[in-house]
């Protein structure tokens, strides 16, 4: 490690010493390239694009007024810069190869007598010590700390919009409603506040789009009829009020709209079969869904392993969920569970499931997934632990024993 640190100081003087001695030797004007200019005109090609990401709703107002101060800023370092550079062409050129020279190797001298080469050397500690991720209670701080600082400044919008992102990221669905509600009110009929308050408000009543949801939807899809988000939270509206035909034309206009054989095409083509109605095949004649007889339930039973419980600590959250074996892949009923509760047994239902679009009993075959999460993240990573059971009945109500025995790779 330490001959490796040395010969990287060597490159490093042989690069600075390159950057500063090429610009000595007299080019022909010809090929001479004003990098003040250059760097101007880079600048102005970058705030384009700060404007860009700002008008498509990537960057709020704030980051993009701070980046642009940051652009500003690093110009007027760059063409200062430039400065210096064009006069040391003229005058004391025998003085930088010194310096570049002379200083690192009195960096190198001192660091021999003060320093320890010996530190450079990682330690089997350092190796053994996993890179630190923030767990569940990093995030719920955070989180908690938005919140206090939205009680001293009430009239920043785009900080209620980030604090209801954060909530139903948390899926504490009535604070995100609390906080999409102040957003609201401040930022006035913005599209994706109102849909995103109307989906929140869903979900923390039960999923039911009924009332003030209903209205927040409608409202958008009267302005924009092809907001996609729009289309599907109204399918969802009208479905749920009993008007099926309408709902269908709402999701066959939205399977139109969505990119070919896409991920969320697929989606709506799942949703599409739930009622029994055709994609692509027109809005004439739509077909009323057929009642389910039987309520599916998923009886399953969960443990990990021998070889692995040396890997799990007691506090280690445990997602068990099923998902559907054709369509989207969002689970369909979800328990969350710790380490310390394995072997367990849970019953997946309708009951469980996170969103009112994607229900279990909406797909005839379902995966069965354990995951035990060492960061507590509903998104797997690796060196979690995951079992799974590749395909059963939703109607099946038998029980069904899952392993966990395989580490995410």
């Known amino acids: 490690m330490t001959a490796l640190f040395i010969c990287l100081i060597a490159v490093m003087l042989l690069t600075a010493l390159a950057m500063l001695l090429l610009p000595l030797i007299k080019v022909p004007k010809v090929n001479e390239i004003n990098i003040a200019e250059q760097n101007i005109a ?12 700002k008008n498509a709703g990537v960057l709020s107002d704030d980051d993009y007024q701070q980046q642009r101060q940051e652009l500003e800023l690093s110009l007027a370092d760059d063409l200062a810069v430039t400065k210096v550079v064009e006069a040391t062409q003229t ?44 767990s569940a209670e990093d995030i719920n701080r955070m989180v908690a700390k938005l919140a ?108 139109d709209l969505l990119p070919k054989d896409s991920e969320a095409q697929q989606q709506v083509k799942a949703m599409l079969a739930s009622v029994n109605a055709t994609p692509g095949a027109g809005t004439s004649e739509p077909v009323p869904p057929k009642e389910s007889k039987v309520a599916s339930e998923i009886h399953l039973s969960v443990a990990i392993a021998a070889e692995l419980k040396t890997k799990v600590s007691a506090n280690d959250t445990v997602f068990i969920y099923a998902q559907a074996v054709s369509g989207p892949k969002m689970p369909l009923a979800v328990v969350r569970k ?23 009993s909406m797909f005839p075959d379902v995966k069965l997934i354990a995951r035990v999460s060492k960061t507590g993240n509903a998104v797997s990573a ?22 966990i025995n395989s580490v995410v790779k």
């Open 91 to 134: 005058q004391g050129r025998w003085l930088m190869p010194v310096l570049c020279l002379a200083i690192p190797a009195f960096s190198l001298l001192l660091y021999s007598r003060i320093g320890d080469f010996q530190a450079l050397e990682p330690t089997p500690e350092m190796l053994a010590q996993p890179k630190a991720t923030p």
């Open 338 to 360: 710790t380490a310390a509760e394995l072997p367990i047994q849970v019953v997946l239902s309708d009951a469980l499931a996170m969103s009112p679009m994607y229900k279990l």
């Open 148 to 255: 206090e600082r939205m009680k001293t400044d009430p009239d920043n919008a785009e900080g209620w919009y980030m604090l209801g992102k954060s909530y139903k990221y948390l899926q504490q669905f009535p604070k995100a409603a609390d906080a999409y509600a102040h957003a609201y009110q401040l930022l006035g009929e913005r599209s994706d506040v109102m849909l995103e308050y109307a989906e929140v408000l869903a979900l923390a009543n039960h999923e039911q789009f009924s009332g003030k949801p209903a209205e927040l939807v409608l409202n958008v899809l009267a302005r924009e009829p092809d907001n996609v988000s729009a289309l599907w939270f109204g399918g969802v509206v009208k479905a749920q009020a009993g008007q099926v035909p309408e709902a269908i034309k709402l999701w066959q206009k939205l399977y």
């Open 382 to 403: 690796p060196g979690d632990l995951i079992g799974t059971i590749e395909s059963v009945s939703s109607q099946d109500s038998s029980p069904h024993s899952l392993l």
């Open 42 to 53: 880079i600048a102005k090609s970058q705030l384009q694009e700060l404007k860009q990401q």
